[in-house]
Nanobody
Framework: QGQLAESGGGSVQSGGSLRLSCASS????????MGWFRQAPGKARERVAR????????FYAESVKGRFTIAQDKANNALSLQMNGLKPEDTAMYYC????????????????WGQGTQVTVSS
């Protein structure tokens, strides 16, 4: 089945940066789609960014476009999320997700979820 392990979360002030990493026990080329979701307290889970391995395309939520960058870290067999210009509204638990054959745009297509890493941005 495979496992995902996120790291890199923490607390920063508004305008700061963090880089999340998601180590995979399965080779990244095995997945069709990889991405990040987040969930803030009392709010629904939302997609943040996703990456398609077959054509190296990436997509972002409007709320993070231009500030976050998703990328493959092939040397470490990991997926990264570079987050710059962080805002208090980015505070959430961030989850790494992958899909072997489907799209990771919707939760129904996701095969594996990581355990999550907390990001807290103070004003």
């Amino acid at each position: 089945q495979g496992q995902l392990a996120e790291s890199g979360g923490g607390s920063v002030q508004s305008g700061g940066s963090l880089r999340l990493s998601c180590a995979s026990s399965v080779k990244l080329d095995s997945f069709n789609c990889m991405g990040w979701f987040r969930q803030a307290p009392g709010k629904a889970r939302e997609r943040v960014a996703r990456f398609y391995t077959y054509d190296d395309t990436s997509f972002y939520a409007e709320s993070v476009k231009g500030r976050f960058t998703i990328a493959q870290d092939k040397a470490n067999n990991a997926l990264s999320l570079q987050m710059n210009g962080l805002k208090p509204e980015d505070t959430a638990m961030y989850y790494c997700v992958v899909s072997y054959y489907s799209d990771c745009y919707a939760e129904g297509g996701i095969d594996i979820w990581g355990q999550g890493t907390q990001v807290t941005v103070s004003s």
